[in-house]
């Protein structure tokens, strides 16, 4: 079966950076759309960024865009969400997804994606 394993997640300060792993097994990974979604207290779970099987035309929020970067190793079925200078705003459990019925399409919704890792806890003090 699918397994998606978050890591990475922890307390950081305003202005820091977290580089957020998803180990995945059971799937053939390089030709699946992940994707990163985060969801913090009291909100509905929002995207954050998702990259194709071959990693081009990755896609962000603008609420990330020019802080976080997606890059995928498809030798070692791990997808990376890189993130540098956090905000307090972006404290959330973060989440990675596979999306296993649309490979030639960076989805965002939620709804879009088939498996779910169990999250990793972001959280960005001022």
């Known amino acids: 079966q699918v397994q998606l394993v978050e890591s990475g997640g922890g307390l950081v300060q305003a202005g820091d950076s977290l580089k957020l792993s998803c180990a995945a097994s059971?799937?053939?990974?390089?030709?699946?759309?992940m994707g990163w979604f985060r969801q913090a207290p009291g909100k509905e779970r929002e995207f954050v960024a998702a990259?194709?099987?071959?990693?081009?035309?990755?896609k962000f929020a603008d609420s990330v865009k020019g802080r976080f970067t997606i890059s995928r190793d498809n030798a070692k079925n791990t997808v990376y969400l890189q993130m540098n200078s956090l905000k307090p705003e972006d404290t959330a459990v973060y989440y990675c997804?596979?999306?296993?019925?649309?490979?030639?399409?960076?989805?965002?919704?939620?709804?879009?994606?088939?498996?779910w890792g169990q999250g990793t806890q972001v959280t960005v003090s001022s």
């Open positions: 059971g799937l053939s990974f390089s030709n699946y759309v």
């Open positions: 990259t194709r099987g071959s990693g081009v035309i990755p």
């Open positions: 997804a596979v999306d296993s019925s649309h490979p030639f399409y960076t989805a965002i919704r939620d709804r879009d994606y088939d498996y």
